[in-house]
């Protein structure tokens, strides 16, 4: 799309780009570029020597199986993160778009989380789980069922779940509060005419209408559960216990961070980018899609 | 925000069952805030002895007089507030005047210079955590606030929602502000900048958030305590668990909490509209 009628100066549009392109420049375009550069790159132990080494970085992060366990964790926690929050967050908005009363009260109620620090969250979520602070974690420590997210693995991958999509499930209710408002209420009425009970026509009219919504929705909740929560990871387990919870972003940050390993921490900020790349693509054809519909 | 059909025909589901679920929903949102303003107004021991309060206590003024005894979380919360509103000030100004320049003229460059600020949205901060870190580094910007605050200002997001928005602008008003002279600075002063106002809203309340909410970034850039923000400020409080004060850790939860919440919830209307509107 375009403007017919535009100003004629011609210097002046690039001063008024100047800022965003600069910023764009030195911190988007050279780091990227710089990180594609060093993931070839390898430093030897001290730091002094630094060599063209080709994909090895790639081929070797590749066959790592601690990465490959990283990738599993992810996987694992990607899905369950936005399977839950996709859920709830469907459920609430259905039932705050229904006439009731207190409608808005309810929404009200149930955006806020959306403020909320991906680390804030996961503090308060340390509060209920914590095993000898914890509201929860000592009530499950009373009845015996020897709760301590520290120690165990797979407690600990729960803990940052329920965290992470915790803090998702406003975000989500949001776009499907929205979504739900869009459709037209004379279709519902047709059909509870034609006599389709509500459960029917949820799943025969609203689901299928809510389609656009929860697919932009699914590729927002995996960016979400891939890059965004490195806070909650974080401030909760630190990708512990003995690395049960450490997603690629978190490993990436571990490998520049504390293992000060410049090529292999690149080499996975390549595969990174390529994964949020590919996951923004899948987004953007859809919106064109939507676009002509 | 209304759905007709869904009140009175038969089949209905009751009332009350939907307000079950809702007010679960919402006991489930509001459970881990309260327990920590409550445990905020409890003395250490109490919470170390794992009695977890579901009630005020009378510690509260102590506990937050204590939290700001010394200035540290004095100051963390003033450089929380500088980021979040120079985050969200900063990217509207940029991301407005680059909108105008590739909406309102036509210049050479001009594909190539939407495509650049396009693709920025496929390379978020955390990605390229380190080869940014390291020019961060190299310009001298460690453990400063501008180090901090500029590479985080450039926005795809709020350009594209500023495009979007400016193409809808009427040709006539350009032409009639042509015809009474007025240059393009002038225009975008008069005429773009108020008819702005409410994406500016809303965009105020999606980039403070943003702002405040930063993490991965400030726990790098940040080496020190002179811009340290309240949430690095405060998961870092937890330190080594065995001497935790954990009434503390809670009043400063409930500091790094609320501000966001804050604007998110006085700014409701703006916020749902500008959410919606900037990530489709």
Known sequence: MERKTVFPQRLLPYLLLAPQLLITAVFFFWPAAQAVWFSFLRQDAFGIRTSFVGLENFTELLADPTYHEALRNTAVFAT??????LGLGLLFAVLADRRIRGAGLYRTLLIWPYAVAPAVAAVLWIFLFHPQVGLIGRWLNGVGLGWDYKLNGGQAMLVVILAAAWKQVAYNMIFFLAGLQSIPPSVLEAAAIDGARPWQRFWTITFPLLSPTTFFL???NLVYACFDTFGVIDALTKGGPAKATETLIYRAYVDGRVNLD???????????????ILLTMVQFRYVERRVHY | MSNAASTTEPGQRPDWLAHGVLALGVLLFVLPIWVVLMGATHDAATIGRGEVPLLPGGEGPANFAALFAGGRVGRMLGNSLLMALAVAFGKIAISILSAYAVVFFRFPGRTLAFWAIFLTL?????????PTFKVVSDLGLVNTHAGLIIPLIASATATLLFRQFFLTIPDEYVEAAKMDGAGPLRFFCDIVLPLSRTNIAALFVILFVYGWNQYLWPLLVATGEEVE????????MIGSEANTEWNQVMAACVLALLPPVAVVLLMQRWFVKGLTETEK
């Open chain 1, 262 to 276: 410049l090529g292999m921490s690149s080499a996975q900020s390549v595969v990174l980018m390529v994964v949020v």
């Open chain 1, 80 to 85: 369950a993160v936005s399977l839950l929050s």
């Open chain 2, 229 to 236: 923000t309240l949430v690095i400020g405060m998961v870092k």
């Open chain 2, 122 to 130: 496929m390379l978020p901060v955390e990605v390229r955590i380190f």
């Open chain 1, 218 to 220: 699914i590729v927002v």
